[in-house]
């Protein structure tokens, strides 16, 4: 757990926690990102961090949660079906919290270009376990929400699975944690079960959100525009690729 007066770097920010509080750099879609979760908090989705204002240094202010990030190797319960349930129904309960939600009409988002569309929610845009906090068996918080952005819902769902399941090869399940390949159309099952949704349409959505992410990338990646850049210089592109790869190449299998 970050201790008070520590300071902890991501791949986008360096936040610090003073108190009962985080306090993270501003960038010109925080309002538009503060806007959603003061939404969300009003709806009873207690998971999220409260907006709290900008300090005196011009920093975002959010209520600080208390337990252990999910770093890998991950924590025992997300490596079981009891996990995957968990952080699906969060996923489920917060996209029907927001059936009514409607974006400011002056919204900026992290990607440059990504427009709000009727049907859309706001997914969460870098879901995966190292931006959810856990006190043993249970779901404190989910945070950093600096990616969030308007889309389809099977879309954020089909970020879970590529990250929890996770559909990354041996590479990917070896980091985190598994000793041998997890069952992965058993774990696929659990979110589609949980959510409500088919499998084959999950993979789909797994492979439509792969190749917009590596199309993203490179195209703000090579313009040197923040934060893309950061990631396309350290090769994520090429590890997208590997995955994206692999799925197909398993697609068959997880479906039968």
């Keep these: 757990m970050l201790q008070d007066g520590e300071s902890v770097s991501g791949s986008l920010n360096t936040v ?27 709806k009873g989705i207690c998971e999220v961090p ?15 949660i208390p337990g252990e990030v999910a770093l890998r190797p991950w924590p025992a319960l997300l490596k079981t079906n009891q996990g995957l349930e968990i ?6 309960q917060y996209h029907q919290a927001q059936a009514d939600y409607i974006p400011p009409a ?8 990504v427009q709000y569309q009727p049907g859309n929610i706001i997914r969460h845009g870098d879901l995966g376990p190292w931006n959810t906090i856990w006190t043993g068996d249970t779901l404190q918080g989910v945070i950093d929400w600096d990616f969030a952005e308007p889309g ?23 980091e985190a944690g598994f000793e041998q390949a997890p069952h992965y159309q058993q774990r696929l099952t659990v979110i589609c079960d949980t959510y409500g949704t088919k499998l084959n349409k999950l993979i789909e959505a797994v ?3 792969q190749i917009l ?3 993203r990338l490179e195209k703000f990646g090579r313009k040197g525009l ?7 210089k350290r090769g994520d592109l090429s590890e997208m690729e590997a995955e994206y790869q692999w799925l197909k190449a398993h697609w068959s299998a997880l479906l039968n």
Excluded: C, S
């Design 207 to 209: 492979l439509y959100l």
């Design 226 to 232: 923040f934060p893309w850049v950061l990631y396309y």
């Design 50 to 64: 409260t907006p709290l204002g900008v300090d005196e240094q011009n920093r975002e202010i959010q209520t600080f």
């Design 213 to 215: 992410e590596m199309k």
């Design 87 to 92: 952080i699906t129904r969060f996923v489920k």
């Design 152 to 174: 389809d819902p099977l879309t954020d769902l089909a970020q879970l699975a590529w990250y929890w399941v996770p559909l990354r090869g041996e590479k990917g399940w070896r």
């Design 16 to 42: 610090v926690r003073l108190g009962n509080t985080v306090r993270r750099p501003m960038h010109n879609w925080t309002p538009t990102v503060t806007h959603f979760l003061e939404y969300l908090g009003q």
């Design 106 to 113: 002056n919204a900026t988002w992290y990607v440059p270009d």
